[in-house]
């Protein structure tokens, strides 16, 4: 009798330990699914929850999708994509402000448990001042408190899109008055300094591209905040070059600030582009005086400078950003037209769609028509060729169509008369290419 009560104890007490080993949590014990019924479990809640997913099912995903959050946590990092995505469509679903505070919690939290298991804080701090600041703008504080604490972390490594973050945030603070203005600058000079690195070590055009996009929008951004002007930008940045006169990452920040701010013509502007291109010899080096000389108006040494940064230059697009200014240059400081439209050219062999510089070669036309005949019938026929480019740059470029309409009605009323065109055997519609250096051909049209 007793030995078959101790044997009924063991029986039992065996049982119990099996439970115990073959039914265990993932969270518990540190595998994907756990053990035993509660890794089917995980499983099958698993399987539910993607379905519901595949199905845009976001409401009935969350049960299974909860399960597998609170007991697998392992088991999935698409698990952690998913959550955000379901919470950010019951989000988006309801107007009640404290489910939405609710909902917004629940994304925060699943940042952090996504964090806790599979790494990268620094990004996991960065979307989560991204989506804290979509969701909720009240809580400015707590999404620049994430995106500054990312940039901590990471440096360099941080993703492209948290500068972007780190700026529209950094202005909204500023324009409310919650950080001040020389907060602002460090931010802007950190955005930089950040950008220029990802520029330098884009593994392809593509990448190099887009950082250069994400670099000009906080130059936009910084630009249009009213943080800073020469009088007081100068001050703060001439600490900067004193502090540290021989770093070429500090000096193209220098540059590339009092750049943004318009303040090319400052001493401080000279001294740090000349001590960078001293110390590296490079494009953007050789357009930072470039640009300082072309505030003094010494418009060789700014040629000079041009065309070293060109030659110096591997990105297509920036070359032909270049090339632009340049043409541009040669037209301000009545340089030969002919040589002013090669360089515009060189600009839109690599941009055909660059509608500014098509419109210089029209304005060209306009300001040197005298100079391609003696005959003033053939002098007038170089607006047509004016209007010509005129059209081509608001079919190709729409940002510059409301200037074109202006300059089309405005040179069209210089075209020859109907009189005129009979005098030298011409008719409307008819081909004809204009004289001289400009050389187009084009199709008649007469003075309504």
Known sequence: MIYKRILAVLTISLTLFNVTVFAQKGVEDGSKYGKGEDSIRALQNLSMYQQYIKQRAYKEAVIPWRVI??????????????????????????????LRKAYVDTIMLIYDQRSQYFGKRGE????????MRELDETRSEEAYNFIV????LDGNDVPDFAINTFMQISLSR?????????QMINNFATSVDIMEHKIKHSKDEKERETNQQILNNANLIFSNSGAADCET????LERKYTSNPDDIGNLNTIVNLLRTVGCEDTELFAKAAEKLYELEPSASSAYNLGKFFLAKKEFNKTISYYEQAINLEESDVTKAQYYSELALIYFVAEKSPSETRNIANKALQ???????????????????????????????TAYWAAVDKFIQAKRVDPTVTEEADKLIYTYSAYFPTLENAFFHDLSEGQEYVVPGWINE????????
Do not use: W
Not at 124 to 131: E, G, H, S, T
Not at 149 to 152: G, P, Q, S, W
Not at 174 to 182: M, N, P, S, T
Not at 233 to 236: E, I, K, N
């Open 69 to 98: 959050f609170i007991e697998a946590p392992r088991c999935s990092y698409n698990m952690y994509l998913h959550g955000v995505t379901i919470y950010k469509t019951l989000f988006n679903e309801t107007q009640d402000p404290e």
């Open 124 to 131: 996991v701090l960065a979307r989560k001042a991204l989506d």
């Open 149 to 152: 604490e990312a940039i901590k």
């Open 174 to 182: 500023y324009l409310k008055e919650e950080i001040d203005r020389d």
């Open 233 to 236: 930008l100068t001050p703060v």
């Open 350 to 380: 690599i941009n055909p769609n660059d509608g500014k510089t098509i419109m210089l070669i029209g304005r060209l036309y306009v300001q040197y028509n005298r100079s391609i005949s003696e005959v003033e019938f053939e002098q007038n």
């Open 441 to 448: 051909r084009t199709r008649v049209r007469l003075r309504k």
